[in-house]
Structure formats: C-alpha cells, structure tokens
C-alpha cells in the first residue's frame, strides 16, 4: 500500500494534499479521453448537458479541499438528492415511522422500477425512484413553500452556501414525469403516499433540479463523513443520530442495480445520478464527488464509477479492506 494510503487510513487527519492532488490530476488525465457511455435523454433539458465535462473532487473533515477539472460547472443534482432527502425525512418523522412508509432493501431493479414490495407495499428503498418519492412527501412543512425553504436550507447546510432550483430543469422533468406519476398513483392506492400527489411531486422534482458544482458533491459526502457537520463551516446538517441509517442505505442501494458490483469493488457509501455526479463518503475521512454526464445502461456515470473504483484501489478505502494493519475508523 501506498504512503499516501497509509495516511488517509492512518488515525492522522493530515494527507499530503500535495500527493493527494497529483492521484486526482493522473485519474482525470488516464479518463478524460474515454468516450463510453450517453447522457441522459429522457429528461429534455438534461439531453443538452456537455458530454466533456468532467471533474473529480476530494473534501476532506478536517476541511481540506482537492479538485481537478471542471469543478466550478454548475449542474441539477438529480437523484444524488434522495440521499439529503431521507436524511430530513428522518429528522421529521424518525427511524421507525419511515420503515412504515419506505423499505431498505436493494431491488436489483432498474431505479425506475414500477414495482413495490409485494408483501407490505412499501417502496423498496428511498433510494429507487418509488422510494424517494414516498420519502420526500414526508417532509414537514404548512405548505408546498415551506417545505421547498426547508429542503433548500438543507442543502445550504450540506454545502455552505445558498442553492438554487434550475427552473428549466424543473419544468422539463414535471412535463415529462409520466412515470414517477404512475409510481406516486400506485403508492396512494396502498396508503404509502397522501392523496395530494402533485404537490410531492412537484417537490421531488424540485429537489432533483437543484444546482450544484463538484466541490459541492465531495462537501456534502465530507458532511456525511464528518459525522453530519459540515467541515468547512462548522455547521451541523442532520442528526448525527440518522448517518449510520443515511450511509446503510448508501451503501447497498445508492448505485441502483451495480449496488452489489459497488460494493464488492469500490466498498464505500455512494449515490448516483443521471446527472452524471457520483458522491462516496469514506466515514471519518473524506468525500468524493465525480461529475461526468455520459452514463452506462445502469444510469451511472462511466468516467465516475472508473475514478472511484481506482481511487479506493490506491488509497485503500474498500471498508472490508483488511489488508493495512494501521487501518483505523473511529
């Protein structure tokens, strides 16, 4: 094992940031010519993105920052979102009320999926469509702006600054959405969903199309790493109660039907979006945000999953990695 993967598995919170940046600046350069892989085109809006950009960022919870490429490139989050989504729902409704709504298994399934569990009619998990949907109608609030301010306070938290919804974004998904409409309609004929269905909706995509660069991915997995504190502003985001319950479901359903392949091979909390941005928390140490729009048939970014795959090859960070004797995660 590397040096430099002794240090981030070390009790030391110091990495050479030097070291650090060069592993980024190989990986970008090794996969920045490879051209596998297509945006995403059933959303309108999104089929416009540029197949190029491409960028990889590492934050650290001792609030370190390390980026190569386009990483001030603004773009919607997608469905990296359900990750901060059930982190609110949590706070508002605890643990065990959401396992009445939502389930935590892995489907194996498209994260489109039409499909509930048979037995209880809960989606299978928030991380699945389905899922983040029934998820985001439980977040508090007297009304649709309430609950809109909420979820963008939220993610300020996440990020340390104001975020924005892209307005195009939102309109082309809510023109489009015919799907997660039909998933919305099958959950309320369970009970899983309240009959306002537009409104949750409306929210959802709302939540999906809020901006974000790829310094704000790695921050906002550093929170998560760093026990829900934000590492730059010192400011508390979610409960630190609800992380082992955020990272869980991360781990074996945050990259939809590669879950089991992620986490056999990369080993670390992660999500996925058609958006092309990967986030991966290494507890305790870091956050990885990967931005690069062209996705495999699974919905994932092809560059990203590359990156994340030979960065927790050199630095060790595979959770179930036995072989450094020094590992040590408080």
Known sequence: MSLLANQVNSGDSEIDSSSLLTVLNDLHSQYKSLNEGAVAKYIPELAKVNPDLFSICIATVDGQVHKVGDSEQFFTIQSISKVFAYGLALEDRGRDYMLTRVGVE?????????????????????????????????????????????????????????VFVDMSV????????????????????????????????????????????????????????????????????????????????????????????????????????????????????????VFSPPLDVRGNSVRGVKVCEELSQRLGLHLFDCSNEEAKFE
């Not at 489109?112 to 998990?125: T, V």
């Not at 699945?128 to 939220?154: D, Q, W």
């Not at 919305?184 to 004929?189: E, S, V, Y």
Request: aromatic fraction near 8%.
């Open 106 to 162: 892995p489907t194996g399934d498209a994260f489109n999926a039409i499909i509930l569990d048979e037995q209880s009619k809960r989606p299978y998990n928030p991380m699945v469509n389905a899922g983040a949907i029934a998820t985001t109608s439980l977040i508090k609030g007297s009304g649709p702006t309430e609950r809109l301010n909420r979820m963008l306070e939220m993610f300020r938290q996440y990020i340390g600054h104001d």
């Open 170 to 289: 939102f309109t082309s998904e809510r023109s489009t959405g015919h799907r997660n409409r039909a998933m919305a309609h099958l959950m309320l004929n369970f009970g899983m969903i309240d009959p306002n269905i537009e409104e949750a909706l409306d929210l959802y995509f709302q939540q999906c199309a809020v901006l974000v660069n790829c310094q704000d991915l790695a921050v906002m997995a550093a929170t998560l790493a760093n026990k829900g504190i934000n590492p730059i502003t010192k400011e508390r985001a979610v409960d630190k109660a609800y992380i082992k319950d955020i990272l869980s479901v991360m781990y074996t359903c945050g990259m939809y039907n590669f879950a089991g392949e992620w986490a056999y091979k990369i080993g670390i909390p992660a999500k996925s979006g058609i958006c092309g941005g990967i986030i991966a928390v290494v507890p305790n140490k870091m956050g990885i945000g």
